[in-house]
């Protein structure tokens, strides 16, 4: 970080992208990648709340879950994981490009790593109107014909509030991503300089692995005991 | 300030500098700038509004329990005047108060950068900050909030029928700008530290931000989402924490506090770093054992999010897990005394002044520690059973964060006065005021210890009649603290405009931010500076002429 | 030291067994407390004094520090605060730790009055009286928001949750009359939730509860219920060997209880209280949910009693129901330990 | 401190181990395993495909040490968070064993 003043002075006036408080692009880049990384251990501690609700109450009543996950259609919570996953791979494959410098190529996955998170909304929106047409959205209209359905209530509180949550995760990445096709599309990326790209990814691929945990924590916890 | 101009720069008044402050005066450039400084001083002014609502509040407080029978106000305005006074003083003055203020306007010039990594995300740290303020500010006047700031439910959830959620809301959005400017703190230090300003070299000051920055970062996410379930759970109802529908109050206890405790060193961490900062000036010798009082701090962010269940010891939870709370408590206590120990031996063969950062340097010290002490009351598991919820908690945390903290803010807005404004305030008058402070402080709070002691519960607004002599002082205190604090507002604006003209030095001090100009240029040096010393490696006059202002050219190398 | 005029006191009265182990733990932390006030504040005016600045431009010699300064001031803090983690806990477990043979009375707190009832009977509100010297037991719950049970002269406190029995403990020694306070913030009239603990000499007492004794007890009161509540229909004792649809409740206080799930859990007073309002969070092992829940049917004072009878019936009884044991029982049985908190046993809930 | 490239390949090979265990832990669950064998299956499932994601499509495993210490604080915060609350729990009616020793 602490470069001599000489090199400094050269990256400095040329590149347009660096800002008049940094000494070079190196050093903006990692300022950058650092300040995501930090931001997503916020991220981690916010899920992490309701992971916490989660194990709680998971733990005090384990059948009731069992139960009430099998409310959830495990066959769209596992297509979207595989969508999801995909995802992560083209965006991958997007920082990828954008650090060999292939612009056509970058663009493309970035589209198709959109695509896919727009289909994981999409079928998204079709479980939850599922849920609703069922009657089990928490609230005074909650219907739930098992036993103990209070408890089972808490589980579609936490089923709603951590995949709802992760879902505005995706919108606001959905937008991040039109804004890097939009810039990519415009050229702005290059080897020296593609660090919005590398942080989006790193962005996109938290809330991936946050929908790792939740898709056997929410889906999969009653398979065993379908009856 | 007698002893302490040690010499007006050459080219101190003559020539016409741009400043941070001159380099434009419309309304737009304040609002949209990017300049840390600049930042700073609008939060000055956010914080200061929020300060003097939270004194307000204190005021009314006082003045209903000079009297047993609660004749002042009614129950409900009682119960909504420490619940705002607590959310006020805590969220919207004490947590942003060092670190937003001085935090903002030093780290970057402490270690010699232009300004933070992300001084777009800093500016909009204050809006968001100015928006949660304006959320709790609606909740206020729209018939306030009755909860106690710790919002326990099912009361919160289910049974207050107050702006539970407006207030809520409030202090999520302002939680975001915390985390935000955390976030910016650690990548500046992390990545912008000028030329040989290694991690050994950093003000302490540096290191207490860095301390507190990581807790904003990685406590403040809990703390929203827990008042987001609150708020969720009061408009849908679905039994997270209510134990009716299956739900566990205590488990929203363990989150608040998750959140809370360690936002207790939020509060003092970065006031440490003041201290320190003032003590090394003001006995002119470097801080004794500066790596112990560097790490200190880390320590006491790390352990400090290890022991937030001995706020729950009689809350029914388990024993075992309160006894684990407990013992971490007492770790945490101990880099609290190594600091308490390093300062104190700092002055040992010292050349010491009594100028009012010093005052208030000094007087910190002695009343963190009484509440530094008083909290190993608390956190002993039998002895805390009769007073948890009484007045001895009250003044253990008075005297933690009135004493400790908010004497130390008042240490840096003096001793950083001159820097800030570039103007000079009267030191007799600062000098009067730190004293008032200090025993108005005392008699206010120290009775309290003793009401606790005796079982007076905390949030009572009518009382046994027993009680009410220490009440009484207590009150009368509280209005000696108030002149106290009116005083500094007065003589510090009459400065503005009347103050002599303040040197790039004035104590004789040794951080980067001497070595510019006061007030600092917008780039806040001419050119980047070169750090060839450590910190606190204090120099006589001639050699500090020598170095000068760094980024005069070919004089920032060391002779 | 309560000779001081009541004006001045410094110190709250020891009325209890408790007052005079907290107060000791006090002292001596008033100590530690004194002795590094002292240390620091006179170190801080002794330097500030000799070393005050004698000429504007003074520069002292710096000093570095000190490896061996900064291990004394580690260590012995720390050998001190350990010190006062293991006096703590001690005296926590002494407090939390709820003996056997005591007498037991029910609590319910409500925004903004307490409600006491004693085994024979009596119903007190915002006042108690009990007797000196002999252990009393408090089966706590609240109907709305959390409050907490506190008697400064004994030193004790417990919060009193909603959803749950908490239980708390204290031996009064000295004859008198003692605040009782609300300390958990609960609503508007917190501060007006107090109350007068009397302490009688143990005649005096036995007066006063014959005195007052037309009332049922908390065990008579239960069995009403039970059989008004249609309990006895299904829970025969003899279990499902006398045709029982239930179990049988007589003598499962306190003892493990098979679950369907293969865990086992002890059937404490939270256990019993969720299998009557939640009776199919926890299935009996062999038994099958049929049991309706009584959520909304029974008040937490009738569910108190409930509970109170059910701790009282023993298994050798002949009837139906097993006749209860007489009314001033003290529950013999009934030696769940127990902390105070906690949700009805088990790893859940 | 230059960027490191991760060749395409690895990318492709870590998308097919996701998918692979993605595969698993739907299998796994189907059976009904003793005790608390089925959550710990899903989770250390969970956890190895996150740490492939970590340090391969974000790079972990090639960045500095800076990175590394973040992403492990981040994680060891999340385990004090859940392991100090579980310390309550799990504890609450541990003294109650009075009750049964006794017995
Ligand atoms: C700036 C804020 C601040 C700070 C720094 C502290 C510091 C400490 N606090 Fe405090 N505390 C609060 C703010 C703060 N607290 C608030 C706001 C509450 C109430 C919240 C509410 O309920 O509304 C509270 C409540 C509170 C409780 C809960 C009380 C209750 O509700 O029943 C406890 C219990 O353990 C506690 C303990 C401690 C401890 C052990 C420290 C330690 O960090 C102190 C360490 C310092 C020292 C020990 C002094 C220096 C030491 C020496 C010179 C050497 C001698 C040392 C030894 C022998 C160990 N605090
Ligand atoms: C930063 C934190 C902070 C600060 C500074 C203070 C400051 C004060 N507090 Fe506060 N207090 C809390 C945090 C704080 N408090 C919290 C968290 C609670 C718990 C709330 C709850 O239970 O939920 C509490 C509760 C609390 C109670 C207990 C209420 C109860 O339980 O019933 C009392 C009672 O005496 C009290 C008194 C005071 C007093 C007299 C001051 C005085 O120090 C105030 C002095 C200030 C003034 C008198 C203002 C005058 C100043 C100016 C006019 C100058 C300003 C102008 C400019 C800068 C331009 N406070
Ligand atoms: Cu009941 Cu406070
Ligand atoms: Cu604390």
Known sequence: MAQSEATAQHSVVHHPALAHHFENLEQQREASTLGMWIFLITEIMFFGGLFLAYSIYRSWYPQVFAEASHHLDIVLGGINTVVLITSSLTMALAVYYSQVGNQRKLILFLVLTLLLGLTFLGIKVVEYSHKFHDGLIPGVHFRYDGPNPQQAQIFFWLYFAMTGLHALHMIIGAGILSFLIYFAWRGRYSPEYHSPVEVSGLYWHFVDIVWIFLFPLLYLVGFHVKG | MSTAVIHTPAEGAAEPRTTYLNAGHTLKSWLLTLDHKRIGILYLLGVSFFFLIGGIYATLIRLELLTPQGDLVTAQTYNKLFTQHGIMMTFFFLIPSIPAVFGNFLLPIMIGAKDVAFPRLNLL????????????????????????????????????????IATGLGIFIVGFSSILTGLNFIVTIHTMRAPGMTWYRLPLFVWAQYATSLIQVLGTPVLAITLLLVALERTVGVGIFDPRLGGDPVLFQHLFWFYSHPAVYIMVLPAMGVVSEIIATFSRKPIFGYKFVAFSSLAIAVFGFLVWGHHMFTSSQSVYAGMIFSLISYAVAIPSAIKVFNWTATMYRGSISYDSPMLYAMGFIGLFLIGGLTGLFLAALGLDVHVHDTYFVVAHFHYVMVGGSLLAYLGAMHYWWPKMTGRLYPEGWARFAALVVFVGFNLTFFPQFILGYLGMPRRYYTYVPEFQLLHVLSSVGASILAVGLILPAIYLLWSLKRGPIAPADPWMATGLEWRTSSPPPPENFERTP????NAYEFRSKEET?????????DVSERK | MQQVPSEFKLMPEQASTMAGQVDALYFYLVGITLFFTVLIVSGIIFFAVKYRRRSPYEIPRP????????TIWTLIPFLIAMSIFVWGAKVYFAQYRIPKDALDIYVVGKQWMWKMQHPTGQREINELHIPMGRKVRLTMTTEDVIHSFYIPDFRVKMDVVPGRYTQMWFEATKPGRYHLFCA?????????????????????????VSGNASQMSPVQLGEQHFQNLGCATCHLNGGRDAGGRGPQLAGIFGKPVQLETGQTV???ENYLRESILNP????VAGYSAIMPTYQGQVSEEQLLQLIAYIKSLTPQGGSGTASPTPASSTSANMNVGAQASGSPSGQRR | MSEHIVPKKTYYAVFGALMVLTALTVFVARFDLPGILNITVALTVAVIKATLVVLYFMHVRYSSRLTQVIVAAGIFWLVIMLVLTASDYVTRNLLAPVARISM
């Open chain 2, 125 to 164: 740290s204050w809006y968001i900050y100015m928006t949660g303020a304006l959320f709790a500010s609606y909740a206020m006047f729209a018939g306030g909030v009755d909860t106690g700031w710790t919002f326990y439910p099912p009361y919160s959830t289910n049974y207050a029928n107050t702006y539970v």
């Open chain 2, 530 to 533: 070169v750090v060839t010393w």
């Open chain 2, 545 to 553: 002429e020598v170095i000068g202002p760094m980024g005069k050219p």
């Open chain 3, 63 to 70: 000093i570095a520090g000190s490896m061996k300064l900064e």
């Open chain 3, 184 to 208: 958990e913030y609960c609503g508007m009239d917190h501060s007006k939730m107090r109350g007068t603990i009397v302490v009688m000499r143990p005649d005096e007492y036995q007066a006063w």
């Open chain 3, 266 to 268: 002890v059937a404490d």
């Open chain 3, 280 to 283: 199919g969070a926890k299935i």
